[in-house]
Nanobody, 126 residues
Protein backbone atom coordinates (compact mmCIF):
# COMPACT_ATOMS: atom_id res chain seq x y z
CA UNK A 1 0.00 0.00 0.00
CA UNK A 2 1.50 3.28 -1.13
CA UNK A 3 1.83 5.86 1.61
CA UNK A 4 2.87 9.48 1.28
CA UNK A 5 3.77 11.49 4.35
CA UNK A 6 4.38 15.23 4.11
CA UNK A 7 6.35 17.25 6.63
CA UNK A 8 8.01 20.61 6.96
CA UNK A 9 5.04 22.93 6.99
CA UNK A 10 4.75 25.84 9.39
CA UNK A 11 4.55 29.58 9.83
CA UNK A 12 7.00 31.76 7.90
CA UNK A 13 7.30 35.46 7.19
CA UNK A 14 6.78 36.79 3.70
CA UNK A 15 9.97 36.61 1.68
CA UNK A 16 11.31 33.68 3.65
CA UNK A 17 12.02 30.09 2.63
CA UNK A 18 10.51 26.78 3.65
CA UNK A 19 11.18 23.23 2.54
CA UNK A 20 8.55 20.52 2.45
CA UNK A 21 9.28 16.81 2.31
CA UNK A 22 7.20 13.92 1.07
CA UNK A 23 8.34 10.47 2.15
CA UNK A 24 7.00 7.72 -0.09
CA UNK A 25 6.70 4.08 0.88
CA UNK A 26 4.91 0.89 -0.05
CA UNK A 27 5.81 0.95 -3.71
CA UNK A 28 8.48 1.29 -6.37
CA UNK A 29 8.59 4.84 -7.60
CA UNK A 30 11.13 4.69 -10.41
CA UNK A 31 8.32 4.95 -12.98
CA UNK A 32 6.10 7.51 -11.34
CA UNK A 33 5.11 11.13 -11.33
CA UNK A 34 5.23 12.92 -8.01
CA UNK A 35 3.30 16.12 -7.63
CA UNK A 36 2.68 18.90 -5.15
CA UNK A 37 -0.71 20.55 -4.93
CA UNK A 38 -2.09 23.12 -2.55
CA UNK A 39 -5.50 24.15 -1.33
CA UNK A 40 -6.35 27.44 0.32
CA UNK A 41 -9.59 27.90 2.32
CA UNK A 42 -12.58 28.21 0.03
CA UNK A 43 -10.55 27.43 -3.08
CA UNK A 44 -10.04 24.39 -5.27
CA UNK A 45 -6.94 22.29 -5.02
CA UNK A 46 -4.28 23.83 -7.24
CA UNK A 47 -1.36 22.29 -9.09
CA UNK A 48 2.02 23.51 -7.86
CA UNK A 49 4.67 21.32 -9.46
CA UNK A 50 5.49 17.77 -10.53
CA UNK A 51 8.52 15.64 -11.27
CA UNK A 52 9.11 12.53 -13.31
CA UNK A 53 10.95 10.34 -10.84
CA UNK A 54 13.09 8.41 -13.30
CA UNK A 55 14.47 11.26 -15.42
CA UNK A 56 13.92 14.20 -13.10
CA UNK A 57 11.92 16.24 -15.57
CA UNK A 58 9.93 18.96 -13.82
CA UNK A 59 7.01 21.25 -14.48
CA UNK A 60 5.73 24.23 -12.48
CA UNK A 61 2.53 26.16 -12.15
CA UNK A 62 2.76 29.78 -13.24
CA UNK A 63 2.20 31.16 -9.75
CA UNK A 64 5.32 29.46 -8.34
CA UNK A 65 7.65 29.39 -11.32
CA UNK A 66 11.04 30.81 -10.42
CA UNK A 67 10.37 30.62 -6.67
CA UNK A 68 9.72 26.94 -5.96
CA UNK A 69 11.90 23.94 -6.81
CA UNK A 70 10.94 20.28 -6.74
CA UNK A 71 13.57 17.58 -6.35
CA UNK A 72 13.84 13.96 -5.32
CA UNK A 73 16.22 11.75 -3.39
CA UNK A 74 16.14 8.25 -4.81
CA UNK A 75 17.92 6.67 -1.85
CA UNK A 76 15.43 8.11 0.61
CA UNK A 77 12.32 7.75 -1.58
CA UNK A 78 11.61 11.36 -0.75
CA UNK A 79 10.46 14.31 -2.81
CA UNK A 80 11.18 17.86 -1.70
CA UNK A 81 9.57 21.19 -2.38
CA UNK A 82 11.91 24.10 -1.76
CA UNK A 83 9.87 27.29 -1.50
CA UNK A 84 11.62 30.64 -1.65
CA UNK A 85 10.37 34.23 -1.67
CA UNK A 86 7.14 33.12 -0.07
CA UNK A 87 4.09 35.34 -0.33
CA UNK A 88 0.94 35.49 1.81
CA UNK A 89 -0.99 34.08 -1.14
CA UNK A 90 1.10 30.90 -0.88
CA UNK A 91 -0.74 30.12 2.36
CA UNK A 92 -2.48 26.77 1.94
CA UNK A 93 -2.44 23.12 2.85
CA UNK A 94 0.17 21.47 0.66
CA UNK A 95 -0.39 17.92 -0.55
CA UNK A 96 1.98 15.41 -2.06
CA UNK A 97 0.57 13.09 -4.72
CA UNK A 98 1.80 10.13 -6.78
CA UNK A 99 0.84 8.15 -9.82
CA UNK A 100 2.52 5.36 -11.68
CA UNK A 101 3.34 6.55 -15.19
CA UNK A 102 6.08 6.25 -17.77
CA UNK A 103 4.70 9.17 -19.74
CA UNK A 104 7.02 11.98 -20.70
CA UNK A 105 4.19 14.46 -20.08
CA UNK A 106 3.73 15.30 -16.42
CA UNK A 107 0.32 15.16 -14.80
CA UNK A 108 -1.07 18.45 -13.55
CA UNK A 109 -4.66 17.60 -12.58
CA UNK A 110 -5.81 16.20 -9.27
CA UNK A 111 -7.84 13.45 -10.90
CA UNK A 112 -4.74 12.08 -12.60
CA UNK A 113 -3.09 11.12 -9.32
CA UNK A 114 -3.87 7.92 -7.45
CA UNK A 115 -2.19 8.45 -4.08
CA UNK A 116 -2.27 11.42 -1.72
CA UNK A 117 -0.67 12.44 1.51
CA UNK A 118 -2.54 13.96 4.44
CA UNK A 119 -1.27 17.48 3.75
CA UNK A 120 0.83 19.95 5.66
CA UNK A 121 -0.15 23.53 6.50
CA UNK A 122 1.96 26.41 5.22
CA UNK A 123 1.12 29.87 6.53
CA UNK A 124 2.92 32.94 5.23
CA UNK A 125 2.51 36.08 7.32
CA UNK A 126 2.77 39.55 5.81
Amino acid sequence: QVQLVESGGGLVQAGGPLRLSCAASGGTFSNSHMGWFRQAPGKEREFVTAINWSVGRTYYGNSVKGRFTISRDNAKNTVYLQMNSLKPEDTAVYYCAAKYSASYLLSTHTNEYDYWGQGTQVTVSS
